[in-house]
């Protein structure tokens, strides 16, 4: 079951980070996003036994000469490793875009595995023209409006990702 993450949720959200990235350095990534209130969406995949996988969206801003376009960057998604490669990720990922979109972002970056995320729509081509402090084949984003990412801007990301 893909669930909003609440409180009572976060010792176990941090263990499942922590297990999946095999450090503490998502994690930590995580709860100061919290702290800061910069968790625009936050989900959990949720067995009624265990907490086994969990997303987290940031706000982003995409900033041009006259306007100022509001994004999602998706970072970080986890799943427990007993429970990888049974699509738990794939499902929090399309759960998480969706309630991005429906909160009015207009796309969402991910800098993140080339032969996983374009499954999900993401692609490198369209992240090409934002000014970001990634490039290359793993940075993607998935627009939600044609064209508002592949018109350019500058990305700004949230104050924890610290770039």
Known sequence: MIRDATA???AAIRQVVRHAFDQNDEANLVEQLRTDGDALVELVAASDIAIEGHILYSPLAIVREHETLRAAALAPVSVLPAFQK??????????G???????GCVGVVVLGHAAYYPRFGFSPQIAESLQAPFSGPHFMALEFEAGALTAGGKVRYAKAFGV
């Open 86 to 95: 049974r699509g738990i990720g794939g499902e929090l990922i399309r759960a």
């Open 97 to 103: 875009n969706a309630r991005c979109r429906e909160l």
């Open 8 to 10: 009572f949720d976060y």
